[in-house]
């Protein structure tokens, strides 16, 4: 059997529901394992699954919840802010999980502040929240990586041409007319972040992007899992047009009828 490449979403502390899961995938030691950052906040065992994916031979991403904890915990001055900012945001829930096992968290930030913003895998382009369409790649940060939205999924064309950009960082269920715990493809772009946190979903998900199967287990329903195609469990997403858009493409389609126009009188 050949090696599958396994991609899971944002994980948000929930260590229990990431054993299932990965139970679940039953990774052979041939198969590579991604996580796309995220790993920490929101949930109850952000430690543990920090400490799993650090000692495992997985590669991660860096999220911007991972950002967030080094700005926070970084001995510069000035980071009353970012303190806040994280801890309203999940970290606080971090911060009593280190406190549950009593482990510092040096090494550990010393690990994140390591960790890369994308991977290229030829066909697939891991981010964690993914990029400017209007920059290259070389003059994006950490801001475009691990923060970007809207800019990024209002794309109406594929920024890479031969690769398939996967993301977590924005909920699906967030877009219009997906439910919890499905997926959504735009143009060019998966986004697989089914949010493990939300009370809404519960879904934690992982993708084998080799062979379109996703695994998915509920943290919220006892863990229970469930595998299925992935085209069983995506929905299209494309961007609504705006104002200036409209009127645009109103005035393309008026020309084009006048341009036909004038053919048909020429062609008397």
């Not at 796309?36 to 860096?62: A, M, T, W």
């Not at 970084?74 to 549950?100: I, L, M, N």
């Not at 800019?151 to 041409?161: L, R």
């Not at 084998?208 to 195609?229: A, C, G, H, W």
């Amino acid at each position: 059997m050949k090696q599958r490449r396994i991609i899971i979403g944002d994980i948000h502390g929930h260590y229990d529901g990431l054993m299932v899961l990965l139970e679940a995938i039953a990774p052979r030691k041939d198969d590579m394992v991604y996580f796309l950052g995220d790993l920490i906040d929101r949930g109850p065992k952000s430690s543990q699954v920090v400490e799993f994916v650090r000692n495992s031979p997985y590669q991660c991403l860096l999220g911007n919840h991972e950002y967030m904890m080094i700005q926070a915990l970084s001995d510069k001055d000035g980071t009353q802010g970012a303190w806040q900012g994280w801890f309203y945001s999940g970290g606080w829930e971090t911060v009593e999980s280190y406190r549950d096992t009593n482990i510092m968290p040096y090494e550990d930030l010393e690990w994140m502040r390591s960790l890369p913003m994308y991977l290229d895998l030829g066909d697939v382009w891991l981010v964690h929240a993914g990029v400017n369409p209007k920059l290259p790649i070389q003059k994006q940060t950490y801001h475009e990586f691990c923060w970007i939205r809207k800019e990024f999924h209002a794309i109406e064309k594929p920024y890479f041409s031969d690769k398939l950009i996967i993301t977590g960082h924005t909920i699906t269920f967030t877009f219009e007319n997906v439910e919890p715990g499905e997926l959504v493809r735009g143009e060019g772009w998966l986004d697989i972040d089914t949010s493990a946190y939300h009370c809404r979903s519960g879904w934690l998900t992982g993708l084998d992007i080799d062979n379109n199967i996703v695994y998915q287990v509920n943290v919220n329903d006892d863990n229970k899992t469930r595998k299925m195609p992935l085209e069983a469990v995506v929905k299209p997403y494309k961007p609504k047009t705006t104002a200036k858009q409209q009127i645009q493409e109103r005035l393309l389609a008026k020309k084009n009828n006048q341009d036909k126009l004038q053919l048909n009188i020429n062609a008397r």
